[in-house]
């Protein structure tokens, strides 16, 4: 009830804002609310995953004076899956909400790395508190969320790179609303994917790509505007020199 309560606060807010529900997932540590709009609303996302947290720890203070039997089950649970959602590691609602703001300062190759070696810290900790808790309760709930969430990392990048995705197809617009904007030049070899260049694209930068030979030669140039368009034709492994043609 509590992690429905949580989910439904999510879908709450998320239609307060315009955004609607795509699916729920029902998943080993609880539910997950699929949001369609979430790329193009990135400013409204925080208030999103605060309500999540927000409203388990309302429930608890209401259910604060329950003492024994099901109120105080209910103001438990309340109040555990509050708190631990406001952990910063990803998937959970604070780690979401330290993405949104690491991205918007340092851009998302450093946000990753730095989210990366928190969610080690972290991982490790509830893994060692898991363990304890077995041992020492007999109870294996932390154990099992931590070991459902340990193949994080993967789904950490993937949401990474679609917020820069996002950000890509709105830049435009960006610009346009601007007219002056700051540039940024890379340099990648004729043989590098368009999935690694999309990784070195920087927030709020607009990007020229100059593609080398073997020999360091300069054999052509394209915009991020061509990489975006590129990615829509071709597999993200396809090989840069393949789209100057």
């Known amino acids: ?144 969320i931590t070991l459902t969430m340990l193949p994080g990392r993967k789904s950490l990048e993937e949401t990474v790179n679609m917020i820069r995705f996002s950000s890509l197809f709105n830049r435009r617009q960006r610009l346009l609303n601007k007219k002056v904007y700051p540039a940024r030049h890379l340099v990648a070899m004729e043989d590098c994917s368009l999935g690694e260049i999309l990784k070195k694209l920087d927030y709020d930068r607009f990007h020229i790509i100059y593609v080398l030979n073997s020999a360091m030669e300069i054999t052509g140039r394209v915009t991020e505007q061509q990489i975006l368009n590129a990615l829509q034709r071709h597999s993200a492994r396809e090989a840069v020199r393949n789209i100057m043609t």
């Open 1 to 144: 009830m509590a992690i429905l309560f949580h989910e439904l606060m999510h879908v709450l807010t998320a239609r307060l804002l315009g955004m609607s529900l795509v699916q729920v997932r029902i998943l080993p540590g609880g539910l997950r609310a699929a949001l369609r709009g979430w790329g193009k609303n990135r400013q409204k996302l925080v208030p999103v995953y605060l309500s999540g947290p927000a409203g388990n720890l309302m429930a608890a203070a209401v259910l604060y004076q329950q003492s024994t039997g099901f109120g105080r089950l209910l103001f438990e649970a309340n109040l555990a899956i509050g708190l631990f959602n406001l952990v910063p590691l990803h998937p959970l609602d604070g780690g979401q909400i330290l993405l949104m703001a690491l991205y918007g300062r340092m851009g998302g190759s450093r946000a990753l790395a730095l989210l990366k070696k928190l969610s080690v810290v972290f991982r490790s900790a509830f893994f060692l508190l898991g363990i304890y808790q077995l041992l020492r309760f007999g109870n294996p709930s932390l154990l099992i």
